[in-house]
């Protein structure tokens, strides 16, 4: 069974699994990251889901080429109704393949790239329920993702990740051999909260330098309603960072 929602106030409509991975305050975080490239361009999203991310960013980034990539062939079926659903068929697609695979015959072509990757390593956390464990459960270790991710991307281009805050010495490690300009978004849930997601950017081949860490994006106030800047990205504004 599968439901049809949408984002960004009625203008992006997903077509989701009703049971299992959903796509959420993360996917919109990301695709809100997100930096057009200069002229247009190619653009890549591995582990695209059903389009959570996606295609909010095909919206946001409405002059590029994007392309989608998942292991999961129901999942990818299901981001390429929500392409045609947007009327996105022609500039958006998505196709089925295992990252570090995929990669291979994609060295050096993409102009961005972007991953909301799975962030639990098997074993870390009880088995997740039905139509969770490809969303949920590593198959690929993030360094893995990381290298998947800066094979595909031109040199110089950014790549932008979002995962849990637990993981940053892991991703920031993988960032360190591979890129430069790597800057850190801490998300926090409330004011004065721990982080719990991190946004991470860098350049493909740039030398290493300092790690920018920014300023933390707050997602709701202290009363729990949505913060002015949650409220931004739910209407498809981008991240300035």
């Not at 389009?51 to 981001?79: C, F, K, N």
Request: proline share 6%; net charge neutral; glycine share 12%.
């Amino acid at each position: 069974m599968v439901t049809e929602d949408t984002v960004y106030q009625g203008r992006v409509r997903l077509v989701q699994p009703e049971a299992g991975f959903r796509a959420g305050t993360d996917s919109l975080l990301l695709a809100a990251a997100l930096q057009a490239p200069a002229k247009g361009g190619e653009v890549l999203e591995l582990g695209c889901g059903c389009g959570g991310a996606l295609l909010p960013a095909a919206y946001r980034l409405s002059a590029t080429v994007i392309l989608g990539v998942d292991s999961d062939e129901q999942m990818v079926t299901l981001a390429q109704r929500g392409v045609m659903l947007n009327g996105f068929d022609g500039r958006v697609s998505a196709e089925q393949g295992e990252a570090s695979e995929w990669v291979r015959g994609h060295e050096n072509r993409f102009d961005l790239v972007f991953a909301n990757p799975p962030y639990f390593e098997p074993g870390r956390i009880s088995e997740p329920g039905e139509g969770k464990a490809g969303a949920y459960l590593e198959s690929l270790d993030l360094a893995g993702w990381v290298k998947a991710m800066v094979f595909a991307a031109k040199p110089r281009a950014p790549i932008v990740m979002i995962h849990r805050a637990a993981e940053l010495a892991r991703i920031l490690t993988a960032f360190d051999r591979q890129t430069g300009e790597v800057a850190v978004l801490p998300i926090a849930s409330k004011p004065d909260e721990v982080a719990r997601r991190v946004l991470v950017r860098g350049r493909k081949g740039l030398k290493r330098g300092p790690v920018s860490l920014l300023a933390p994006l707050v997602t709701h106030l202290e009363d729990g309603s949505p913060s002015p800047a949650l409220e931004a990205v739910r209407r498809g504004e981008g991240i300035a960072w």
